[in-house]
């Protein structure tokens, strides 16, 4: 969809008579509103913001254009949960429109510090000529919840040998100094990651660029995210540019990772292995992670893509944000597992079990729109096993692991109306195991999948039609044990 300016970089306020009230009968009468996962009252949702935990509370701001299902006039969108499961709308959160965000509050991070959560974010602005000019602004909210700007970028000029693609500051503090990553793009177009430090939030040094092997990787870098586990440095980003590789890099734009030694904040030098995707699905970007209250390290993602349509934007609203996950590293390689609390959300369930041997089979009760379903497969020789999910007679989402590729594969080219088929309809990341593990986390028009407990997940976007509820097991050219559970949500 294209917008000419004027409609791209509307305020809330300046929506004509009815607009607000149509797009909420829009997306009232929507067959894809999800049921358990955030999601904008209306208007398009992008990347996840400020995700922290604050007297006692997980604050989780989101990118928000509420005057239609294009990239417009940014907003940060306020949310709030006491146990990563539940989480309640507070509004919105800042507000753009003075002099250094006047073109939108684009993304960024928080911490707390005295008491009071500081948000970091970057202020998108256009001058006459409609030359880009991004500033990283500071806001700052007190304990009643009140969140005032403040009124002067504490970074307010791009470094030499950056262009203005230089956004998403994540902060973090380390032996009582404070510092934080920005995205960037040099000026010879390739992406990379800068560091700048502070001893207060408010005024900041240029350590200079995130030294990686990574030196001609995209044309730009966005939401980096730089933390440590057991004791090694991670450094999360979002490059744009990469070709397709084989199974890899199949997306739009993609999200990923390098592990190695702890970040130098001396000499910003980052001693790293491979690039590694996060996600193997369709739908997953601009991630950003937060230390919970006990120490683990939690991710929520945007389940979109810019530049991808879909259906629910003829529903006067766009995407939605990823469950939270906990990070592991094993071997170098982060694991992602959906956190413990959101077994809160299990209703009902049930059980089945079976040998599949060259059949397609259901159990009792296993059907739905929305719930949790793990199901595991052992002594498998079929060539191929697996789920056929949100099916009915002409539909089906179907995920499957090939025994003679070693691969799990995620085809939704069955799964209802379709989305970005330019990118193709399967997804395929090499696994080598004996056993299977699924857990599935389905919505009215999602799925996360989590294989093998978190070494690999799937996310994606679905429209399947509202009759489309069965789940099938199957297994071809030979048997599979299988066992499974069942939790509506």
Wanted: glycine share 10%; net charge negative.
């Amino acid at each position: 969809m294209t917008a000419s300016r004027e409609e791209k970089y509307r305020k809330l306020e300046q929506a004509v008579p009815g607009e607000l009230e149509k797009l909420q009968d829009l997306v009232k009468n929507c067959p894809w509103r999800q049921t358990y996962h955030i999601q904008p009252p209306y208007g398009l949702l992008n990347d996840p913001n400020g995700f922290t935990f604050y007297q006692g509370e997980y604050h989780l701001f989101y990118q928000w254009f509420p005057l239609g299902t294009f990239h417009g006039m940014k907003y940060w969108y306020h949310t709030k949960s006491k146990d990563l499961a539940h989480w309640d709308n507070v509004g919105i959160g800042i507000e753009p429109g003075d002099a250094h965000d006047s073109h939108g509050a684009y993304s960024g991070s928080g911490i707390v510090k005295d008491g009071k959560l500081y948000l970091m974010y970057t202020g998108n602005t256009r001058d006459e000529q409609w030359n880009r000019h991004p500033y990283q602004n500071l806001a700052i909210m007190d304990s009643s919840g009140a969140i005032t700007k403040i009124d002067h970028p504490v970074i307010d000029s791009v470094p030499p040998g950056y262009t203005d693609h230089f956004r998403d500051p994540k902060v973090w503090s380390s032996n009582g100094e404070y510092y934080c990553v920005l995205g960037a793009q040099r000026t010879n177009g390739t992406g990379c990651v800068v560091l700048y430090s502070s001893q207060d939030l408010h005024t900041w040094s240029f350590k200079g660029e995130i030294s990686t092997k990574l030196t001609d990787f995209g044309y730009m870098w966005e939401c980096p995210d730089y933390f440590e586990l057991d004791g090694q440095g991670v450094l999360l980003f979002s490059p744009q540019g990469i070709e397709p590789n084989g199974d890899y890099y199949q997306n739009i734009f993609q999200s990923g990772y390098i592990v190695g030694q702890p970040l130098d904040l001396t000499t910003s030098k980052l001693e790293h292995g491979e690039f590694q995707e996060l996600d193997r699905g369709f739908d997953f970007y601009a991630q950003q992670t937060t230390a919970a209250a006990d120490g683990r390290r939690i991710l929520v993602g945007w389940m979109g893509l810019p530049d991808a349509n879909y259906p629910t934007d003829n529903h006067g609203w766009a995407n939605c944000l990823t469950l939270p996950r906990e990070l592991t590293l094993q071997g170098g390689k982060i694991h992602q597992r959906p956190v413990r609390e959101l077994e809160k959300l299990r209703k009902q369930g049930v059980k089945g079990e079976a040998i599949l041997q060259d059949e397609t089979k259901s159990f009792a009760g296993f059907e739905g729109m929305t719930y949790e379903l793990v199901c595991e497969f052992t002594n498998t020789d079929a060539e191929q096993f697996g789920i056929e999910f949100r099916a009915g007679e002409n539909e089906k989402t179907v995920l499957s692991y090939d025994r003679n590729s070693k691969k799990v594969i995620l085809d939704r080219s069955l799964s209802g109306y379709p989305v970005a088929v330019e990118y193709g309809s399967v997804r395929r990341c090499h696994l080598d195991a004996e056993n299977i593990k699924f857990q599935l986390y389905v919505d009215t028009s999602s799925v996360e999948i989590f294989v093998n407990d978190g070494e690999e997940v799937f996310t994606s976007r679905i429209f399947p039609s509202r009759e489309s509820t069965q789940i099938r097991f199957f297994a071809q050219g030979g048997t599979a044990a299988c066992r499974a559970s069942l939790w509506k949500i």
